[in-house]
């Protein structure tokens, strides 16, 4: 398979809009991360990539979080904002669109897409009864419901009873365009548990959803009604849309969807599935716009086995978990050691091992001591040799070979430990295999050119797993870039540029004779099991 991406397009990503009731979870920094390894491997790929995230701010959650700690909501959320961000900027996320649904221009998108439903005569004014779930901002069916009416996702809150008018939206008209979308596009929803759910859920009967509340403040008021205020996930759905203006753009809606619409990829958690899912496409189907061209549902994170909650006194704080082990420590284990798509756990002790192992171990303490072998058994501290004295029967050479395009397939899927693992096996390949070769022996028999292809073929190695990680941990590969003598940083993306379109760093064999190898040093620090007294 042709490796190269030779059309430059255009590729435009999502996180969910994360609601700003509290600071950000583990949760959040888990798909996040998962968007931001995605659109750096679409940049190697050569494409213009925009990664929008960004927050949801209006509800009645967010209100009464206000007022329980006595502060305007506008300013309660403007205090929260900025911790999204800052996590973002510690987990070495690029994104390039943070969207806020308190935005100005926000406000005047949400106008006129209601406005088109409203033409399209999708939006009608009814009486809404039923158990609304505050914490979800959501009607719950009661079958849904736990004992004593709580919610089955926030397992420790009771749903409220309301009856209230409301204006509604015509979901049940779009059933059979749904089930049609669902059927010609089985990619639609992935991974396929989850598009199963939809359709399990679908094949009882849609029903018109509530796109207003009464006796809530905090929000737009419906353009057709001030009395009404849009319900949060209408209003919330559409920032997808303000986060594709330009800076300097009009906000209409012509200009939102110019460049970067439809969205390729919206990643999420399977707690908002059908909005996403059922919600979103039958609005665009009535507002006449082309639908995203994908969605990917990733699943819940445990502790230790245990569901996290300040309540079970288990949480996982993100910032002080990068703040101990890194960025790269972070992004590599939750990537690496959970299958995307299916439920997580986190437990420090595994954390550190996996790292010990993979990171300290096989990768660094390879790269360490063949370079320290390079300076000690070769002339002027480099290798004479190149590519072409390896044949293409050696063990490194020819799982580095296929190796690029195995892992390219795994990002496309989002298989992220798949594309991890791949890679890991060529590295641990290689330990064994200048093991088995010892080079030091080699030298001692005067056997130059063998100690030298055994040294090539492991520094390639090395270089080319840090080239296909670097999605994952840019620090890492960075360092080992130029610790073999390329001058790129993977976190500046003038510098990843000039690697795309894929093509030679993803293949075998580009160390040089003329390539200036850098001093030995450790890209990562083996970490201490901390051992109580």
Known sequence: MNLVD????????????YYVNDVPHVGSAYTTMAA???SRFQKLLGNQVLLITGTDEHGQKIQRSAESLGKAPQQFCDEIVPSFMSLWELLNIQYDRFSRTTAPRHAVIVKEFFQRLWEAGDIYLGQQKGWYCVSCEEFKEERELLEGHRCPIHTNKEVEWRDEQNYFFRLSKYQTQLEELYKSQPDFIQPESRRNEVLSFINQGLQDFSISRVNLEWGFPVPVDPKHTLYVWFDALLAYLTALLEPEAEPTLANALETWWPINLHLIGKDILRFHAISWPAMLFSAGLPLPERLFVHGFLTKDGHKMGKSQGNTLDPVALVHSYGSDAVRYYFLKEIEFGKDGDFNEVRFINVLNADLANDLGNLLNRTLNMVKKYCAGDGLAIANEAINDQNPLKSIGLGLGDK?????????FNQACEATLMLVRTSNKFIDEQAPWSLYKQGKQQEVEIVLYAVLESVRLAAYLLSPVIPNISTAIYQQLGFGIDFNDPINTAMLAPFTTH??????TSEQSLGKPQPVFKRIEIAKND
Do not use: E, S
């Open 6 to 17: 030779t059309p430059k397009k255009t590729f435009a990503l999502t996180t969910p809009l």
């Open 407 to 415: 892992v390219k397939q795994a990002y496309q899927a989002l298989a």
């Open 36 to 38: 931001d390894v995605v």
């Open 506 to 511: 993803a293949h075998w064999g580009i160390l």
